[in-house]
Structures are given as C-alpha cells and as structure tokens.
C-alpha cells in the first residue's frame, strides 16, 4: 500500500513561466511539504500534453524533471491521457512497486489563443467523425447535457447551482484561478452562451499549473486505498447511453473495492467537473445517488462546503480552473490538505475519506482514487 | 515474474495505413501467436508520439486501442519516451502488477516530408539551447561520433562495417524495411554526407510500422527475466563525457543483476542503432566489451549473425526501419523469436539468453529487458 507523504502545486491561472519552471516550483513545495531532497526520489511519473499550445516545443519531458532536479540515473516515464493524464500518471505510480515516487502533473496553455487551445484540445476527440464535424469538447459536453436535462428533468438553474457552489468554494482557495471573484447567480444566468445549452459559466478554465505528489510505501498520515483506472472506447457515438460514463461507475467500483468503502463512507470528492452537467453525472456515476437524483443534491446544497457530502472544495476544475494533465494530481494535492485539516478555509469538517476522481475526453479514460486520513 | 505469451508487427517501411490500422494488425498478429481473444487481456500499454507528423490529430489513443479491439473497461495507458517509447511501455507494463498486458508501439511517420520528420522528432531535444542551434540528432550524434571516433581511434571504416552488418541482417528479415536490398560496403562508403562524418548509411531510416507484444504472469517459453529503465539529464551538454551513456549503462547493470547475468552470458542482442556510432558506443556500455574496444568487435565480425555476440539480428534501426515508439517494442517481437528458434534464415544459433536496448535522445533515457529461453 502506498501513502502520501508530500504535495506541492502552483496557483492556477496565467503563468509567464515555462512548464518546467513551473513543475519544479510543484515539485519543490512537495518536497518542502514530505521533509525530503530529491536523492530520496526513486522513480518520476510525469503527465503533460505534448502539443504545447504555447510552442514550448519540449518532449522528453521525464528528461526535462531529471535536469530541472538534478536528479538522474532512476526512472522516469511519461503518460498521457489527455484530462485524465494527472490521475493516469498518479495511478502508474501507485501500480509501479517504487518506493518514493514524484507524480508531476503540468500544462501551459498560455499565451495559446483561445482558437489555438480549442483546435488543441479537440485533438482528443476522435479524429474522422467527431473532429470533423466541430465536435469540440464545449460541443460534446453540450448534447450530453441536453439528453441528460430532458431525461432527468434537470433545468438550467440546477447547472447554475454547480458553478455557483464552486466558484463559492474557489474564493476560499488562494490557488484557485478565481480565487477573489464575487460571483452571482445573477452573473452565472446572464453570461453568454457558448453551445447550448452550455453558458460560460458552465464551461471550467482553461489555465496553465503543475501540481505534485510524493507517495511512499512508508506509512504517513493520509494512505491511498483505492487506485483504478478505466479506459472505455473513444468516440461518444459508441456508447449506447451518453447520460452516464461507463468508464467512472467501473473506476470508482473498482476503487470502492480495493479500499473495503462505498459510497455512504466518503466525506468528501473532488470530481471532474469539465462541464457543470459532468458534475452532476458524476453524483450518479460515483455512487453518491442514484441515477436521475442529482439534481436534489445540488437543489438542497449537500454538496456545499456544508453539505453532508461536499463536491469539489477546491473550486474544481469550474472555478480553481483545469490545467488539463495538472488536474489529475492537484485533486489528490486538495484531498490531503482535507484529511490533514490543512485546507483552512475551505476545510470540510471531519474529513476521513475522501476520492479524487478525473476523465480524459468524454468519458474515455477515468480514474478514482481513494484516500484515508491515518493511512 | 512475467512471461512472453505472443507477439506481432507490421512490416517496417512506407505505409497508406493509419497508426491506428497498424496497431490493430500487430496486435491481431500478436493475439494469434498467443492463442487468445481480445477479451482476455487485463490492461493495454501503449506508446505514440503525440505529435503525428501525417496530422492524424489523435490524441487519447488508448481509448482507439479500446475501440479499435473492442475491448473496454481495462485500464489501458500511453507511455511516452520519444525513441524509447516502446521500450518505456514494455517497461510500464512489466511492473505494472497486471495478468495479461498487451504492449503496442506505433509511429506513422509518411507521408510527412523529411523536414517535417527531422523538425518534428527534433522536439526530443532541448528547446533552448539545443534546437535553437539547429542540433537535430543527426547533428547531436554527429558530434558524438567525432569524439568517439577521434579518442578511440575508431574510423569510417568502422562505422560502415556497422552499417553492412545491419544491411546484410534485414534482407534476411522479410519485416525490414530494406529486406531484398542488396547493400555493399562501396555503396556505403560512396554515400553522401548527412552531417559529418555521418553518412546516409550511418544513419536509421524513418519509417512507419507498429509492433505487439502480450505479456503474461502464466509461464511461457520466453520469460522476462530483467525489466529496467532509467533517465538522465535531457542536454547533451550536461554530460561530462559524451562518448558514454549513463542511462545505458544503469539500466544494463540493473536488468543484469535483476537476471542475475552478466554480459558473457548473452547469446544475441538488439541494440539502439539510431546511428553507426551508437551501436558501438553500446557494446561498451552494455558490457559487450570494454571501453574502447568495440572497434574490435566490429572488426573481427565478432557480432555478425554467424559471430560469438550477434548484435541487431533484425536488422537494427539502421536497415529494419526505426518508427519511433515502435522500435522498442519491435525488438522483444525479434528476440522472442530468435530465443523461440523461429527466426528463420537469421537464426542465431543456440540463442538461449538475450537482450532488448531502446534509447531515447541522445542518451536521456534507456531501457534494458533481458529474455531468456525456457522461461
């Protein structure tokens, strides 16, 4: 079983610095964080897309984290899976059999235009079909939400109540990207459309972060009990019912299994709120109720700050904003601060368990993590 | 301990096929060579480099793999390491605790023109310094070379000797890219310079292809009795000697005291002959022979297919083809095969024990995998 025993990110937002400088400033402050200096680092796992948008122009980036720590002759791997590259990389980790491994999580996407990144990200989608026809994510994410509306009755207010609630929780969270942002209702209902019915304040922010783990085999106070990744076909075409994920519901079981919980155990989640609608197919796809019953949860705040099951504390990638392989490992940086008590003030009281889940695409790779207070 | 349970490739060379179409080939040549179905296996790793140069635009390829397979609800990652990304999967997928792996490296490099190729693979380089001052690896190796050549006093004799060795091994390899091409020691000699001394023939032929390996706990005729990886610094310039590779050489010792060999108990081996002057340089750091002498080895045909060390069977990067993150997994196609006695009229006699050895840049990263007969 392995433990987390450091964890380091950059504030997410608008970065003048390259994705190494900013991988070694995460890397650091987990460091910093564990008590210990890089020659104690048996293995890397590093998640970060390679069609920098910003031209960096740099791959071999396992290489790029050996001369940045100055730390060589140990290995170092790269994964990706596009959104889910910070959750596949910390998964690989925990599966690898080292005992002190470096998860690193990072993207720029900055100064990137917003064309450039979009065109940049749709090359996740797949490419003959989806591409093609200007299925981009907001696109994809937009006929999800209008199958799963019409089906399940969920109105536009209950995906006004997920970004409120988040942007809510960001102004809590100093490396949040919205952190000192009023945000209203009103705003929320007023902003413009971006695919219907799909508003702007639907939609998470793209921004450039890293974040970074140190887990062990040696116990601390906060074990990883639960590790799954699920990779499910790509194209959304292929799947017999777009409303819910097939590759989150058999993560987070497998996950659930490992770790001897269900759903009723866990005291708080950080999710991959994408899109406001993901938020809540992901209430029903983690096990927090059951299908069609997430829009109550979100009507009667049970996933505020305090609620009897928060969701996404940190702002989620809605409001702390989503670095796209960098999510994947500052979920898991969030979920420590939270069964540590270390989250000030956006603490979740009592939090004892709690999971981190992230999706690549829509819907074709997830992952769940489950983690424990007192290891 | 894992085992080699069936393996699979393409032809090496110039393909109309997708990346895609080429995986499912070698991973169907690969599921008939172990008898099994796609239902049977536990987990995919697979290597691509992201940035296609043919503008296939596809990203998140494990869910392909899924969709192309049919196959969901695995866990299933993409392993990144420029030119050692076969190797890194094979490596990822070793330790990653699964039954049944299927590993898959692909590149689909046409129909890019060659300064797409050469700017596009020149991303494994240092953005900064390296790419900046036009050292593409051709260029890199090229520097390489002359001190290799001018401190050991290796000439360019040597480095075509490398090159007709390779030559002459791939047209007994109906897989090769230069299979059925007669190539003679003037034709080599009257090459044109790429980057000097580097001629044409010194250098790895770009070329499409994909290769499937399916690893298996359930004990086979080949076991997997060594499985090490290792990173070092990205620039070239960071080294204090570069006529020697670091990560070969920890990766090396550390797959030989995993086998619990040493190198006189080789009997074949495919070495990461990107350049003439690399497979040389490699005799040395994989313990072939000491520093200095592979000049030696080469001379005497000591690792030529009739030799006492026959290195490169399949040909090598040189004359097989070199599809980027292909190669390293195209290497345990060749040794599994040679230890199986099936590799025809390039058999190596006897071959009992063997070793796989795939770089990426110019010696950042290295990955070792020693094979032995029987299990």
């Known amino acids: 079983m392995m433990y987390v025993k450091g964890v380091g990110m950059t504030k997410f937002g608008v970065h003048v610095k390259s994705s190494q400088e900013l991988c070694y400033d995460a890397a650091m402050e987990a460091m910093d964080d564990a008590g210990i200096s890089p020659d104690r680092i048996d293995a890397v796992v590093v998640s970060r897309g390679d069609c920098a948008t910003d031209g960096e122009r740099q791959r071999l980036f396992p290489s790029v984290i050996s001369s940045i720590l100055g730390r060589e002759g140990i290995p170092m791997v790269q994964v990706m899976a596009a959104c889910a590259g910070g959750g596949a990389a910390m998964w690989d980790a925990v599966h690898s059999g080292h005992d002190t ?16 990144v979009t065109d940049d990200l749709m090359m996740a989608a797949e490419s003959v079909y989806e591409q093609r026809e200007g299925l981009n994510f907001p696109a994809q994410n937009a006929l999800i939400a209008q199958q799963y509306m019409r089906r399940y009755g969920v109105s536009m207010g209950d995906l006004s109540l997920v970004a409120l609630k988040n942007h809510e929780n960001a102004n809590l969270n100093p490396k949040a990207r919205f952190y000192g942002k009023k945000v209203t209702l009103d705003m929320i209902k007023k902003s413009p459309i971006i695919c219907s019915p799909l508003r702007l304040f639907d939609c998470s922010a793209s921004v450039d972060g890293a974040a970074a783990v140190i887990i062990t085999k040696e116990k601390t106070d906060v074990g990883i009990i639960g590790s799954a990744l699920c990779a499910d076909r790509l194209p959304a075409f292929e799947s017999p019912d777009m409303t819910t994920w097939a590759s989150t519901r058999i993560a987070a079981g497998e996950a659930y299994r490992q770790a001897g919980i269900s759903p009723e155990d866990l005291d708080c989640v950080e999710l991959h709120d994408a899109f406001t609608p993901v938020e809540l197919m992901s209430y029903e796809d983690l096990g927090l109720c059951g299908k069609g019953e997430a829009k109550k949860l979100i009507r009667k705040g049970r996933t505020k700050l305090n609620g009897d099951i928060p969701v996404n504390s940190s702002g989620g990638l809605k409001a702390k904003g ?3 392989s960098a999510t994947g490992v500052s979920q898991i940086y969030e979920m420590t601060k939270q069964l540590r008590g270390q989250a000030e003030k956006r603490q979740v009281d009592g939090a004892r368990i709690g999971i981190a889940h992230n999706v690549g695409g829509a819907g074709s790779t997830a992952t769940v993590h489950v983690l424990r207070k007192g290891g």
Chains 1, 2 share one sequence.
Do not use: F, R
Not at 101 to 116: C, I, R, S
């Open 322 to 324: 989503h670095p796209v």
């Open 101 to 116: 491994v470096l998860v690193l999580g990072v993207e720029k996407l900055t100064p990137g235009t917003t064309a450039v």
